[in-house]
């Protein structure tokens, strides 16, 4: 179960989207989410990455290496 306040004007357009389509609010909301997770989720990831390597704790590779192990090279 999850309950969310939303700014007035965020709850009226959805109001509105789940009125006009004969779609739940909860609907969207979902949709939302589901929409959006993964890609939260690939920054989180990436953003502690960054730290671990300016941090000195992992190591980066070129992208010329990257791109030849894959046959991406020219």
């Given at each position: 179960m999850l309950a969310i306040r939303l700014p007035p004007?965020?709850?009226?357009?959805?109001?509105?989207?789940?009125k006009a389509t004969a779609r739940t609010k909860t609907f969207?909301?979902?949709?939302?989410?589901?929409?959006h997770?993964?890609?939260?989720?690939d920054l989180y990831l990436a953003e502690q990455r960054l730290l671990e390597n300016r941090a000195?704790?992992?190591d980066s590779v070129p992208l010329a290496d990257v791109m030849k192990h894959y046959g991406l090279a020219d």
């Open positions: 004007d965020l709850e009226a357009r959805l109001e509105n989207l789940a969207y909301a979902r949709e939302a989410i589901t929409a997770l993964d890609d939260l989720e000195g704790r992992s």
